[in-house]
């Protein structure tokens, strides 16, 4: 989409902003940074314009950003008589990602969709999408420029966290010199990046890493060290002490190895729900490849939900992932 394409859906949503009092903000499910910054910071806006504003977030939102300025404001459904008739969705890509409550909750509102991700659904009445930016909060900073709302500290603490989490902490190949003009703008506006990088990157509980340990010692490597995956089942959960959440960084782990094309987690949700995350350094589409099972999600990190035990997951990605990095199974 172009700029001016970008700009003039900015200025649709900026009047359905001006047009209604009651607004329900909606994250996506299995909350990251970039969701819950764009959420909590665009509610921060409009809260000062005396709007009433909601954050909705599919529980169990992550605890490892209750420090985000505005947390406590999120809820799981808007108070009795509360009659949202604008609904925005930052950083979903489709409408399902925002839990069961959605449809229920927005059914009569008009949806605004604003989200980053090449597979998104288009579910909105209004899509504004940008693949270009590494992360909505992003244009999340360019919507409240366009309606010149002032960005404060925690605003700008928001923002950051948003672009730190999504670019990797500016490390993934999204990471533009865009981002870094945005991040160091949000830092001269309050952020702190040495702050929010230890709150992301240095704060994390035992449990966590007790839950990488299990799942690291259980990876395999496949297609001649192109390929490697791994597992975190309900047994290892239940053996670190850790929630289901805390494997988000295990997937970065396995895609730290030098020489890696495709990197696989499988994660046992359920006797009959694994969920797969992806990340694709080499020439394998990440998104491309989850879309074969249901998913989506960007060229080098995507994921997706497969209904079906682990086992049945494991073989059918796996003969995936070396069709898509052109190995026949004999090399396996
Ligand atoms: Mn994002």
């Not at 700029?3 to 329900?24: C, F, P």
């Not at 992550?62 to 008739?85: C, F, K, N, S």
């Not at 409550?101 to 989200?115: K, L, M, P």
Request: aromatic fraction near 6%.
């Amino acid at each position: 989409m172009s700029k001016e394409g970008l700009e003039e859906l900015y200025r649709q949503v900026g009047g359905l902003l001006d047009a209604h009092d009651q607004i329900l903000i909606f994250g996506h499910k299995d909350a990251d940074g970039d969701t819950l910054g764009c959420s909590l910071g665009f509610a921060e806006a409009l809260g000062t314009l005396g709007k009433k504003v909601w954050v909705i977030i599919p529980p169990p939102v992550p605890e490892m950003y209750e420090w985000l300025p505005g947390y406590e404001r999120i809820v799981d459904r808007p108070p009795p008589g509360a009659d949202p008739q604008l609904v925005l969705f930052f950083d979903a890509g489709n409408m399902e990602r925002s839990g069961s409550s959605v449809r229920h909750i927005a059914s009569h509102a008009t949806i605004v969709n604003i989200d980053h991700h090449l597979t998104n659904a288009m579910f909105g009445d209004i899509n504004v999408i940008n693949p270009d930016a590494a992360a909505v909060g992003e244009m999340v900073v360019d919507m409240l420029d366009s309606y010149g709302y002032q960005i404060t500290p925690s605003i700008a603490t928001n923002l950051y966290t948003a672009i730190l989490t999504d670019t990797g902490g500016f490390r993934h190949e999204n990471t533009t010199a865009r981002s870094l003009e945005y991040a160091a703008r949000l830092a001269r506006l309050g952020a702190s990046p040495g702050r929010i990088a230890s709150m992301v990157y240095k704060s994390r509980p035992l449990t966590t890493l007790r839950l990488n340990a299990l799942s690291l010692a259980e990876m395999r490597v496949e297609a001649d060290g192109r390929l490697v995956w791994s597992t975190v089942t309900r047994r290892m959960l239940k053996e670190a002490s850790a929630v289901m959440a805390e494997a988000e960084g295990i997937i970065d782990n396995l895609n730290s190895i030098g020489g890696l094309d495709l990197a696989v987690l499988f994660k046992e949700v359920g006797e009959r729900m694994t969920k797969i995350s992806v990340r694709s350094r080499g020439a394998v589409d990440a998104a491309a490849l989850t879309a074969e099972f249901g998913g989506g999600g960007h060229l080098r990190a995507a994921g997706a939900e497969i209904a079906e035990p682990m086992e049945v997951a494991i073989e059918r990605v796996i003969a995936a992932a070396h069709a898509a990095l052109g190995m026949d199974d004999a090399t396996r």
